[in-house]
């Protein structure tokens, strides 16, 4: 049934050209969340195995690549990108700022930027401090800052993903209406 889900919203994805839509429904968002929750963890490995080389400094500059890429295409599989967020009505867009705005998404609805990705990173900081130092210890301390670095990414991105579900779950709701609109 997940599976069905999942593929039918792809499929709606895919004829909108080149931007997706936003989840109408509690099954198109459980399966967008699978979806960007699976790409997630296999970015996170990847950053993880860059973590394992002891490079003081080359896992910061991986986790912030990897972050850049990862929340424009957690924002793109919510229809919560910039683009995506002009093309709707304006009725709509107005409930998606004030979620933003309300719930703290700085990630959300912008151009990522390194600079927003770094400030997304110091939310973890101190595991990210601890893996800088763990990298001095030979094989073990390589292997936690491995984890350390998987588990930020994971951490920050579930956020961020949770933050977009909250949103979606807004624009599900009947859009808002004026007092002259009720006469």
């Not at 839509?21 to 968002?29: D, G, H, K, Q, S």
């Amino acid at each position: 049934m997940a599976n069905w889900a999942l593929g039918k919203f792809l499929t709606r994805q895919q004829r909108a050209v080149d931007w997706a839509v936003v989840p109408a429904t509690t099954r198109e968002i459980d399966a967008v969340v699978r979806y960007c929750r699976r790409l997630v963890s296999r970015r996170a490995l990847i950053a993880a195995g860059v973590a394992v080389v002891p490079l003081p400094g080359i896992d910061w500059v991986t986790d912030v690549a990897v972050l850049m890429k990862l929340i424009p295409d957690i924002n793109h599989a919510f229809g919560l990108t910039p683009q995506q967020i002009e093309r709707l009505a304006p009725d709509r867009q107005v409930v998606v700022y004030k979620a933003i705005s309300a719930g703290g998404g700085m990630l959300i609805g912008k151009l990522v930027t390194r600079e927003l990705v770094v400030r997304a990173l110091r939310l973890v900081g101190v595991r990210l401090t601890t893996q800088q130092a763990a990298k001095f210890v030979p094989i073990a301390g390589q292997a936690v800052s491995a984890a350390l670095t998987y588990s930020s990414l994971r951490y920050v991105c579930e956020l961020h993903i949770q933050q977009c579900v909250a949103i979606s779950r807004e624009l599900m709701l009947p859009a808002p209406t004026t007092a002259d609109e009720s006469r």
